[in-house]
């Protein structure tokens, strides 16, 4: 480098830097991308079969459920718990086993399928016309 006057020996430097800089970045950005090919991925057809699978495997509701129109919770009915703890809506000391949709209690308003509370149903149900979005059985809006 004798003989080169100051500012071409920085701009020397500065363009090796650079280079260094793009060639790390490209390094870095090959690096990223083969950690995220590496990751395992899944595939729609992958998905369906795992979801169709645990739909057999399991008792929850189908994500959105309609109930019909005029259905009403009967008079005096509540959600509690009955005889073997299970929460239920009853209606003078028995089961309403006929009733599906959605009956309250002081601690909110729950998911009944079948005269009993549903805490493994996680959706929406549409129920007299209004849609409610359920966690674990609870009306959460």
């Known amino acids: ?30 690096k990223e991308k083969t950690e995220v090919a590496d990751t395992p991925t899944t595939t729609v057809s992958e998905v369906a079969e795992s979801t169709t699978a645990a739909a057999a495997e399991s008792t929850t509701a189908a994500p959105e459920t309609t109930t019909s129109a005029n259905v009403t919770v009967p008079a005096g009915a509540t959600v509690q718990q009955d005889a073997n703890g299970n929460w239920a809506l009853m209606n003078n000391g028995a089961t309403v086993n006929t009733f599906t949709g959605i009956a309250s209690n002081d601690f909110g308003n729950w998911y009944i399928e079948n005269g009993v509370v549903n805490f493994n149903f ?17 009306v959460v809006s």
């Not at 020996?9 to 830097?17: D, F, P, W």
């Not at 929406?124 to 966690?135: A, L, M, P, Q, S």
């Open 1 to 30: 480098m004798k003989g080169l006057s100051k500012e071409v020996k920085s701009a020397i430097i500065i363009g090796v830097v650079i280079v260094l800089l793009l060639i790390l970045g490209i390094i870095y950005g090959q």
């Open 122 to 138: 996680s959706g929406k149900v549409v129920f007299n016309g209004v849609t409610y979005d359920i966690e674990n059985g609870k």
